[in-house]
């Protein structure tokens, strides 16, 4: 996408080239002149170690990763220093404590770039540290992809609603239970409708991460940490999955005008924040009950515009890399720069 965008990006004052790339089990390159992402990609996809053509994948020891983070800010510490370099993180979740991402991020920080991150991991554990990392070392720490892909909602509060206190929220942020939910109402059955979801590449490598709720329990814990300054993290939102979601409870909400949704949800009450995921019966006016397959929606409550809703209609990994860019765009445009509306 960095390539195909690039006179986009450009016309916007952007231009960035990646110089290194570093994954868990299939090597690590560093070229200050630049990677070529597309072979890199290629080599992966082969099974090969970027490194090193024709070297297998083996795995590497915890903490590789971040040690690469290190010595490549303090070999480029001139661009680091300019707030020319930028750390884009993309490992899978940890749900039970936010590494290695946490340890990527503190890395990147503390050697002077700025970090991006679709991992829903940082923002659901550890904001509040993180954000004020970054801000001791004046640089941005952004993770749009972590919650409905490119779809704006830290941008959209951040850049769109200056003076408005987000209040509480609710929606469906979990595209796989959605699936399924919906595929039920269809007479599909659960292991179907999941499976479908993994042929798709849309369940997580873990079903039960999608299941049980932990997705959307991580996402909830990042959305309250940002917009409502919560401190929680997803074991401290009250969580209810869909496996025992059957057919009769399904049809029985349907013959009461309901449709069987999983809410994300979370409300500030003086001091402390709530926040739970959970099916629920959704009255079919609502729009949530409106939301099909895969799609996902956040309904925020404000103190001065009432309701604001953000609806997703399709998902997938344009979505993804849509956010990446999109942050990266935020971070290398040129401050004071005039977005330019509508197509050149
Ligand atoms: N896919 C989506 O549509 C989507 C949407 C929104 C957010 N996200 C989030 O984006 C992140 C990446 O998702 P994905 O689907 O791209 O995952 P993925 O296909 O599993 O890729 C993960 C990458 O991280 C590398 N990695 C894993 N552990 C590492 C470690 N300790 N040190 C260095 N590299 C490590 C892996 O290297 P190896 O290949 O060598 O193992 C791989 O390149 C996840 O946090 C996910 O929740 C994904």
């Known amino acids: 996408m960095l390539d195909e965008q690039r006179a986009t990006i450009g016309r916007l004052g952007v231009d960035a080239r990646i110089i290194g790339v570093v994954t868990r089990r299939h090597g690590r390159v560093y070229s200050p002149r630049g990677v070529d992402a597309t072979m890199v990609a290629d080599m992966v996809e082969r099974g090969d170690c970027i490194g090193s053509p024709g070297a297998s994948a083996t795995p590497r020891s915890p903490g590789s990763a971040a040690a690469f983070i290190r010595d490549v800010t303090a070999r480029r510490a001139a661009a680091a220093r300019q707030g020319r370099l930028v750390v884009i993180e993309t490992t899978p979740l940890d749900i039970a404590r936010g590494q290695p991402a946490i340890g990527h991020v503190r890395a990147a920080l503390d050697g002077g770039a700025h970090v991006i991150t679709a991992n829903k991991g940082p923002a659901a554990f550890a904001y509040r540290s993180l954000a004020r990392a970054a801000e001791r070392a004046n640089r941005r720490f952004l993770f749009e992809g972590a919650v409905m892909d490119g779809v704006p909602i830290f941008n959209l509060v951040r850049e769109t609603l200056p003076a408005v206190t987000i209040t509480g929220f609710r929606g469906v942020v979990n595209s796989t239970t959605n699936y399924i939910l919906t595929a039920m109402e269809r007479g599909e059955r659960f292991d179907a409708a999941l499976a479908s979801m993994q042929r798709a590449g849309i369940a997580e490598a873990d079903p039960s991460f999608d299941v049980d709720g932990w997705d959307a329990a991580a996402k909830t814990a990042a959305l309250a940490n940002v917009l409502l300054d919560a401190r929680l993290t997803p074991a401290s939102v009250g969580r209810e999955g869909i496996a025992d979601i059957t057919p009769q409870r399904i049809a029985a909400a349907r013959a009461a005008g309901c449709r069987v949704k999983l809410i994300a949800s979370a409300e ?77």
Do not use: W
């Open 268 to 344: 500030r009450r003086g001091g402390t924040v709530r926040a739970r995921v959970c099916p629920v019966n959704v009255p079919a006016d609502d729009l949530l009950a409106g939301l099909e397959g895969q799609q996902n929606a956040i309904v925020f409550q404000t103190d001065l515009l009432s309701e604001i809703a953000i609806v997703q209609r399709g998902s997938g990994l344009t979505q993804t890399a849509y956010a990446l860019l999109s942050d990266l765009v935020a971070i290398g445009r040129p401050t004071g720069s005039v977005r330019r509306q509508g197509h050149p």
